[in-house]
């Protein structure tokens, strides 16, 4: 059984910074690729940022420069730090992992959500 937690979600002025991260439990042997997607109101979910690990992350024209993906495999934690945001940031962000388990079974999962509005 393996569950995803999200945090660090809030409200921030446009310009502010957040760090929202993903901590992954369970039956966990490796983080094979990371990633954040979001969704706003009336929209459809969009890719934000990934790290398969075997190269740089990559990011959605819209954030890169302003966004960062980064994984603490030690502790099975994904964080997306996000600075200069922007109201058209505002969306319910969501983590995606790619597990391999202790029984070598490999698996995707996707944490339950964070919201984050940029509103002044």
């Known amino acids: 059984q393996v569950q995803l937690v999200e945090s660090g979600g809030g409200l921030v002025q446009p310009g502010g910074s957040l760090r929202v991260s993903c901590v992954a439990s369970g039956s966990i042997f490796r983080i094979n690729a990371a990633g954040w997607y979001r969704q706003a109101p009336g929209k459809q979910r969009e890719l934000v940022a990934t790290?398969?690990?075997?190269?740089?992350?990559n990011y959605a024209d819209s954030v890169k420069g302003r966004f960062t993906i980064s994984r603490d495999n030690a502790k099975n934690t994904v964080y997306l730090q996000m600075n200069s945001l922007k109201p058209e940031d505002t969306a319910v962000y969501y983590c995606?992992?790619?597990?391999?388990?202790?029984?070598?079974?490999?698996?995707?999962?996707w944490g339950q959500g964070t919201q984050v509005t940029v509103s002044s």
């Open positions: 790290d398969t690990g075997g190269g740089a992350p």
């Open positions: 995606y992992l790619d597990l391999t388990l202790t029984n070598f079974r490999r698996d995707n999962y």
